[in-house]
């Protein structure tokens, strides 16, 4: 048997680990408390600054409450004020806000126009081959393509051009060459398109300026001497730009290049071509 001392130690001990433990559960109890405490302060923060954060996109958003159909009426309005910068952004606050229906769609084929009025032929030509991509088969799909065309048409003249005179055989006729080929595209998918007849005339204002263009290569060559390249050159107007009024200049080149390169032959056969074809 214990002692009662032992007795004494042993209970003094136990209620010692009990209060250790009461200590413990206190502080537990207590840090549950603090974190719980902690963390609804986060959370109240964290909607305060959420809501404020709301309130300001709100204030500064003007669609904010409106409908599909009410951003697409403002941007609708906008280009009818002459304001495409605003149309802008309604469309394409619409399409974010509102992806899919058919006032998102209406969106993405009228913000084509948008962006051309604005002067952004980049993002017009964008806008224009994205439609394509996601309504082939839609039944304005064909403004898309036209659209697509006339702005890379507008591209041809640069701001540097208009502003200086170029070499224009420095003058890079790319756009010139990928407007001419999506007027064809539309041309050959839509035969009975209403824009056809526009393009036709584009074309037409094209395949006449590249085959200038050809022709100041050819110039170019001429005056350094390298008749051989500057015949060439002539030859592929002759060949590849008919009816156009640039072939005359080419046959002309075409004789000056095989005189000074003493093809006595060729130069006559090319001058026969000449009188014939452009009497006097």
Same mark, same amino acid.
């Given at each position: 048997?214990?002692?009662?001392?032992?007795?004494?130690?042993?209970?003094?001990?136990?209620?010692?680990?009990?209060?250790?433990?009461?200590?413990?559960?206190?502080?537990?109890?207590?840090?549950?408390?603090?974190?719980?405490?902690?963390?609804?302060?986060?959370?109240?923060?964290?909607?305060?600054?959420? %809501?404020?954060?709301?309130?300001?996109?709100?204030?500064?958003?003007?669609? %904010?409450?409106?409908?599909?159909?009410?951003?697409?009426?403002?941007?609708?309005?906008?280009?009818?004020?002459?304001?495409?910068?605003?149309?802008?952004?309604?469309?394409?606050?619409?399409?974010?806000?509102?992806?899919?229906?058919?006032?998102?769609?209406?969106?993405?084929?009228?913000?084509?126009?948008?962006?051309?009025?604005?002067?952004?032929?980049?993002?017009?030509?964008?806008?224009?081959?994205?439609?394509?991509?996601?309504?082939?088969?839609?039944?304005?799909?064909?403004?898309?393509?036209?659209?697509?065309?006339?702005?890379?048409?507008?591209?041809?003249?640069?701001?540097?051009?208009?502003?200086?005179?170029?070499?224009?055989?420095?003058?890079?006729?790319?756009?010139?060459?990928?407007?001419?080929?999506?007027?064809?595209?539309?041309?050959?998918?839509?035969?009975?398109?209403?824009?056809?007849?526009?393009?036709?005339?584009?074309?037409?204002?094209?395949?006449?300026?590249?085959?200038?263009?050809?022709?100041?290569?050819?110039?170019?060559?001429?005056?350094?001497?390298?008749?051989?390249?500057?015949?060439?050159?002539?030859?592929?107007?002759?060949?590849?730009?008919?009816?156009?009024?640039?072939?005359?200049?080419?046959?002309?080149?075409?004789?000056?290049?095989?005189?000074?390169?003493?093809?006595?032959?060729?130069?006559?056969?090319?001058?026969?071509?000449?009188?014939?074809?452009?009497?006097?």
């Amino acid at each position: 048997m214990l002692s009662a001392a032992e007795v004494a130690y042993n209970t003094r001990y136990y209620h010692t680990f009990i209060a250790y433990l009461t200590m413990q559960k206190s502080f537990i109890n207590k840090f549950s408390e603090l974190r719980l405490y902690f963390i609804l302060i986060l959370v109240s923060t964290t909607f305060m600054i959420s %809501s404020c954060s709301s309130t300001s996109e709100d204030l500064s958003d003007p669609t %904010s409450n409106l409908s599909a159909k009410e951003i697409y009426s403002e941007a609708k309005d906008a280009m009818k004020s002459g304001n495409p910068e605003q149309a802008i952004e309604f469309y394409e606050k619409l399409e974010v806000k509102f992806p899919y229906g058919p006032f998102a769609k209406q969106a993405k084929l009228e913000i084509i126009y948008a962006y051309f009025l604005y002067e952004n032929l980049e993002s017009a030509i964008i806008a224009a081959e994205r439609f394509i991509k996601l309504y082939p088969n839609h039944a304005h799909v064909d403004y898309a393509y036209y659209m697509r065309g006339v702005s890379r048409y507008e591209m041809e003249e640069s701001f540097i051009d208009s502003w200086f005179e170029q070499d224009p055989t420095e003058r890079d006729p790319e756009s010139a060459r990928t407007a001419f080929s999506y007027f064809n595209q539309l041309i050959k998918k839509y035969p009975n398109s209403k824009y056809n007849e526009d393009a036709q005339k584009r074309m037409i204002f094209l395949r006449n300026s590249l085959a200038k263009h050809e022709i100041h290569v050819a110039n170019y060559y001429f005056k350094r001497r390298a008749y051989i390249a500057a015949a060439n050159r002539s030859k592929y107007v002759i060949n590849n730009y008919q009816n156009t009024p640039s072939v005359k200049a080419a046959l002309q080149i075409t004789v000056k290049a095989y005189t000074k390169l003493n093809f006595a032959k060729l130069a006559n056969d090319a001058q026969r071509v000449l009188d014939k074809n452009y009497p006097g």
